[in-house]
């Protein structure tokens, strides 16, 4: 079976294609803005421009425009391709990442805009222990559960934390994407966007 990843929901912008377990094609970029410009041709230049039998597809949190390219281009593809299309939690894979490099239990810390961080909690076998949240700084302190912390703003939160918590710098890569269990995997494609989006329609309250 071919299955290509996706995950533009961060300032990284990722894509692999696999043979079962295989990966033959990869890309990875961290480019901030322009996701849309770039995923499209980056799978285009894969072998087979990137056809796949099964689709993998980042739902956030991260950038409301870099999840939306990242669902758009996996359900069109998807439609083309008659393939299925499952999605997954951006800090699952952050999480999967992290345990590959040090096993046990890891607190993802993400990025999350207005000076905010995204903040998840996962035990030694994987399981997420609560929701993501878009946190302050001090609520992200007081939020961690685990000496490891991982991702984009693991080490200014290990900083704050100070004792021996150790950071892993890490952004979602779709290469590595093999490592999520299929527990994680859900036909839902419902973004996980973790806060409130910042533009509101007149009248309506936060």
Same mark, same amino acid.
């Given at each position: 079976?071919?299955?290509?990843?996706i995950?533009?929901?961060?300032?990284?912008?990722?894509?692999?294609?696999?043979?079962?377990?295989?990966?033959?094609?990869?890309?990875?970029?961290?480019?901030?803005?322009?996701?849309?410009?770039?995923l499209?041709?980056?799978?285009?230049?894969f072998?087979?421009?990137g056809?796949?039998?099964?689709i993998?597809?980042?739902?956030?949190?991260?950038?409301?425009?870099?999840?939306?390219?990242?669902?758009? &281009?996996a359900?069109? $593809?998807?439609? =083309?391709?008659?393939?299925?299309? /499952?999605?997954?939690?951006a +800090? @699952?894979?952050?999480?999967a990442?992290?345990?590959?490099?040090?096993?046990?239990p890891?607190?993802?810390?993400?990025?999350?805009?207005?000076?905010?961080?995204?903040?998840q909690?996962?035990?030694?076998?994987?399981?997420?222990?609560d929701?993501?949240?878009?946190?302050?700084?001090?609520?992200?302190?007081?939020?961690?559960?685990?000496?490891?912390?991982?991702?984009?703003?693991?080490?200014?939160?290990?900083?704050?934390?100070?004792?021996?918590h150790r &950071?892993?710098d890490? $952004?979602?890569? =779709?290469s590595?994407s093999?490592? /999520?269990?299929d527990?994680? +995997? @859900?036909t839902?494609?419902s973004?996980?966007?973790?806060?409130?989006?910042?533009?509101?329609?007149?009248?309506?309250?936060a």
């Amino acid at each position: 079976m071919r299955i290509l990843a996706i995950d533009s929901a961060t300032e990284a912008c990722s894509a692999a294609l696999f043979d079962d377990t295989t990966c033959i094609a990869s890309f990875h970029k961290v480019i901030g803005r322009g996701h849309a410009e770039t995923l499209v041709p980056a799978i285009a230049n894969f072998p087979g421009k990137g056809r796949a039998d099964r689709i993998l597809v980042s739902l956030g949190p991260g950038s409301f425009t870099g999840v939306r390219i990242g669902l758009a &281009a996996a359900r069109a $593809l998807g439609l =083309a391709w008659d393939a299925q299309v /499952l999605g997954y939690p951006a +800090l @699952a894979l952050v999480a999967a990442m992290a345990r590959a490099q040090h096993p046990g239990p890891v607190t993802v810390c993400m990025a999350a805009g207005h000076g905010e961080y995204f903040v998840q909690n996962f035990s030694a076998d994987a399981i997420a222990q609560d929701t993501v949240r878009s946190l302050t700084p001090e609520q992200a302190s007081a939020a961690c559960r685990h000496q490891v912390i991982a991702g984009s703003k693991a080490q200014q939160l290990a900083a704050a934390l100070g004792g021996d918590h150790r &950071a892993i710098d890490l $952004l979602p890569d =779709a290469s590595q994407s093999f490592l /999520l269990s299929d527990d994680v +995997l @859900a036909t839902d494609l419902s973004p996980i966007y973790g806060r409130a989006p910042d533009a509101r329609l007149p009248g309506v309250k936060a």
